[in-house]
Nanobody, 123 residues
């Protein structure tokens, strides 16, 4: 069984920084992409940043230049460094992974989500 475990959310003042971490664990053969989405109250879930395996990281326009997504392939982990945070960045942040899971003698390509971590930017 595959799990995504997030950490690092919290309350920060405008202009501050936070670092989110996400680790994928379980019967994983390979990861096709891994990244973060967020959902603010009353809004749809939206892409923040995603790191395709072997490709360039994709960022939402609203976070370009402020957020940086990095990863550790050996640990099946991604990290989101968030700088110059704004009140409009307030949301629940969800880790997302598209990966090949090992299911007995078979493999299955599926999307997995973490439970989410709250980020609140407020003075």
């Amino acid at each position: 069984q595959v799990q995504l475990v997030e950490s690092g959310g919290g309350l920060v003042q405008p202009g501050g920084s936070l670092r989110l971490s996400c680790v994928a664990s379980g019967s994983i053969k390979s990861i096709s992409s891994m990244g973060w989405y967020r959902q603010a109250p009353g809004k749809q879930r939206e892409l923040v940043a995603v790191r395709p395996s072997g490709g360039s990281t994709i960022y939402a326009d609203s976070v370009k230049g402020r957020f940086t997504l990095s990863g550790d392939n050996a640990k099946n982990a991604v990290y989101l460094q968030m700088n110059s945070l704004k009140p409009e960045d307030t949301a629940v942040y969800y880790c997302n992974a598209l990966l090949w899971a090992i299911l007995g003698a078979q493999q299955s390509l599926d999307t997995y989500w973490g439970r989410g971590t709250q980020v609140t930017v407020s003075s």
